[in-house]
Protein backbone atom coordinates (compact mmCIF):
# COMPACT_ATOMS: atom_id res chain seq x y z
CA UNK A 1 0.00 0.00 0.00
CA UNK A 2 1.24 3.14 -0.65
CA UNK A 3 2.05 5.41 2.11
CA UNK A 4 1.90 9.47 2.05
CA UNK A 5 3.54 11.94 4.44
CA UNK A 6 2.79 15.18 4.79
CA UNK A 7 4.56 18.72 6.01
CA UNK A 8 4.71 22.20 5.30
CA UNK A 9 2.38 23.00 8.39
CA UNK A 10 3.01 25.75 10.67
CA UNK A 11 1.66 28.74 12.56
CA UNK A 12 1.19 31.81 10.64
CA UNK A 13 -1.11 34.83 11.36
CA UNK A 14 -4.14 35.47 9.12
CA UNK A 15 -3.77 36.96 5.76
CA UNK A 16 0.02 34.82 5.47
CA UNK A 17 0.65 31.61 3.02
CA UNK A 18 1.72 27.94 3.47
CA UNK A 19 2.97 25.52 0.90
CA UNK A 20 1.55 21.83 2.18
CA UNK A 21 3.92 19.02 0.67
CA UNK A 22 2.32 14.65 0.47
CA UNK A 23 5.18 12.44 -0.90
CA UNK A 24 3.84 9.10 -1.72
CA UNK A 25 5.92 6.29 -1.68
CA UNK A 26 4.56 4.47 -4.58
CA UNK A 27 3.42 6.22 -8.52
CA UNK A 28 1.29 8.99 -7.81
CA UNK A 29 0.35 7.97 -11.38
CA UNK A 30 -1.50 5.22 -10.25
CA UNK A 31 -3.84 7.18 -8.63
CA UNK A 32 -7.43 8.45 -9.98
CA UNK A 33 -7.82 11.01 -7.72
CA UNK A 34 -6.14 12.86 -4.70
CA UNK A 35 -7.01 15.26 -2.73
CA UNK A 36 -6.68 17.34 0.27
CA UNK A 37 -9.06 17.17 3.38
CA UNK A 38 -8.83 18.91 6.81
CA UNK A 39 -10.85 18.66 10.15
CA UNK A 40 -11.10 21.29 12.81
CA UNK A 41 -11.60 20.83 16.40
CA UNK A 42 -14.57 19.65 16.71
CA UNK A 43 -15.83 19.49 13.33
CA UNK A 44 -15.81 16.58 11.01
CA UNK A 45 -13.21 15.62 8.25
CA UNK A 46 -13.74 18.00 4.87
CA UNK A 47 -12.84 17.83 1.39
CA UNK A 48 -10.76 21.44 0.10
CA UNK A 49 -9.16 20.71 -2.99
CA UNK A 50 -9.19 17.65 -5.27
CA UNK A 51 -7.32 16.57 -8.42
CA UNK A 52 -8.53 13.73 -10.85
CA UNK A 53 -6.11 12.46 -13.49
CA UNK A 54 -8.32 13.67 -16.51
CA UNK A 55 -9.57 16.57 -14.66
CA UNK A 56 -8.84 19.67 -13.91
CA UNK A 57 -8.83 21.04 -10.04
CA UNK A 58 -11.84 21.48 -7.96
CA UNK A 59 -12.24 23.55 -4.84
CA UNK A 60 -14.34 23.66 -1.55
CA UNK A 61 -15.89 27.14 -2.03
CA UNK A 62 -14.52 28.03 1.37
CA UNK A 63 -11.22 28.01 -0.59
CA UNK A 64 -11.70 28.81 -3.98
CA UNK A 65 -8.98 31.68 -5.43
CA UNK A 66 -6.86 31.48 -2.18
CA UNK A 67 -6.13 28.10 -2.78
CA UNK A 68 -3.92 25.87 -5.15
CA UNK A 69 -3.72 22.14 -5.76
CA UNK A 70 -0.92 20.73 -7.64
CA UNK A 71 0.87 17.68 -8.26
CA UNK A 72 4.60 16.79 -9.84
CA UNK A 73 4.33 12.82 -10.56
CA UNK A 74 8.12 12.76 -11.29
CA UNK A 75 8.64 14.04 -7.58
CA UNK A 76 5.57 11.73 -6.42
CA UNK A 77 4.28 14.74 -4.69
CA UNK A 78 0.93 16.59 -4.05
CA UNK A 79 0.71 19.68 -2.98
CA UNK A 80 -1.42 22.51 -1.44
CA UNK A 81 -0.65 26.44 -2.24
CA UNK A 82 -2.47 28.41 0.68
CA UNK A 83 -2.68 32.34 0.51
CA UNK A 84 -4.87 34.54 2.45
CA UNK A 85 -5.09 32.16 5.08
CA UNK A 86 -8.20 33.00 7.72
CA UNK A 87 -8.20 31.83 11.36
CA UNK A 88 -10.96 29.28 9.70
CA UNK A 89 -8.54 27.66 7.77
CA UNK A 90 -7.16 26.23 11.10
CA UNK A 91 -7.46 22.15 11.30
CA UNK A 92 -5.52 19.19 10.82
CA UNK A 93 -4.90 19.09 6.91
CA UNK A 94 -4.31 15.56 5.33
CA UNK A 95 -3.69 14.21 1.85
CA UNK A 96 -5.43 11.35 0.25
CA UNK A 97 -5.26 9.12 -3.00
CA UNK A 98 -7.49 6.46 -4.55
CA UNK A 99 -6.60 3.81 -6.95
CA UNK A 100 -6.54 3.09 -10.37
CA UNK A 101 -10.34 2.69 -10.67
CA UNK A 102 -11.58 5.88 -7.84
CA UNK A 103 -13.17 8.66 -8.18
CA UNK A 104 -13.79 12.23 -7.98
CA UNK A 105 -16.82 13.92 -6.47
CA UNK A 106 -18.11 17.79 -6.69
CA UNK A 107 -21.45 19.13 -4.96
CA UNK A 108 -20.30 22.29 -5.92
CA UNK A 109 -19.49 23.65 -2.60
CA UNK A 110 -17.95 20.92 -1.15
CA UNK A 111 -15.65 18.08 -2.83
CA UNK A 112 -13.27 14.81 -2.21
CA UNK A 113 -12.07 11.42 -3.79
CA UNK A 114 -14.43 7.95 -4.20
CA UNK A 115 -12.43 5.16 -2.42
CA UNK A 116 -9.59 6.73 -0.96
CA UNK A 117 -6.84 4.02 -0.19
CA UNK A 118 -4.93 5.58 1.47
CA UNK A 119 -4.44 8.77 4.02
CA UNK A 120 -1.38 10.51 5.70
CA UNK A 121 -0.82 11.91 9.33
CA UNK A 122 -2.17 14.98 8.87
CA UNK A 123 -0.04 18.35 9.25
CA UNK A 124 -1.73 21.28 11.34
CA UNK A 125 -2.07 24.60 10.09
CA UNK A 126 -3.33 27.17 12.75
CA UNK A 127 -4.45 30.75 11.59
CA UNK A 128 -4.16 33.26 14.27
CA UNK A 129 -6.24 36.92 13.77
Known amino acids: QVKLVESGGESVQAGGSLRLSCVAS????????MGWYRQAPGKEREGVAT???????TYTTAVEGRFTISKDNAKNTLYLEMNSLKPEDTALYYC???????????????????????WGQGTQVTVSS
Open 51 to 57: IARDGGP
Open 26 to 33: GDLENSYC
Open 96 to 118: AITGEYGGAWSTGDTVGCNGVDA
